[in-house]
Nanobody, 126 residues
């Protein structure tokens, strides 16, 4: 079991950048796939990006491809989401999620993740 804590959210102007962190406690985090999701008010929780256990495979929603980069440092039990060229449409609460997985496809649907953080607010002003 892992506990996840997101940080790095805040208020940024359109065109700016932020880096979110997802810090994990617990055992064997390096054997977990991790995803980032976001949820705007009144909307469903949407997939943003995911990374496999080693960091060798990454996946992105079309809406963020080329602007966001997911990475991980297993020595620090942390997954990052570097966000650039932010727009007001990126405003949401961002969640990280984890699933024990060392083979097979990394899930992009929220229901396939076992553990969730509490979320961090990202607000992009126009």
């Amino acid at each position: 079991q892992v506990q996840l804590v997101e940080s790095g959210g805040g208020l940024v102007q359109a065109g700016g950048s932020l880096r979110l962190s997802c810090s994990a406690s617990g055992r064997a985090f390096s054997s977990y796939a991790v995803g980032w999701f976001r949820q705007a008010p009144g909307m469903e929780r949407d997939f943003v990006a995911a990374i496999n256990w080693s960091g060798g495979s990454t996946y992105y929603a079309d809406s963020v491809k080329g602007r966001f980069t997911i990475s991980r440092d297993n020595a620090k039990n942390t997954v990052y989401l570097q966000m650039s060229s932010l727009s007001p449409e990126d405003t949401a609460v961002y969640y990280c999620a984890a699933k024990p997985l060392i083979s097979g496809p990394v899930p992009v649907r929220s229901k396939n993740y076992n553990y969730w953080g509490q979320g961090t607010q990202v607000t992009v002003s126009s």
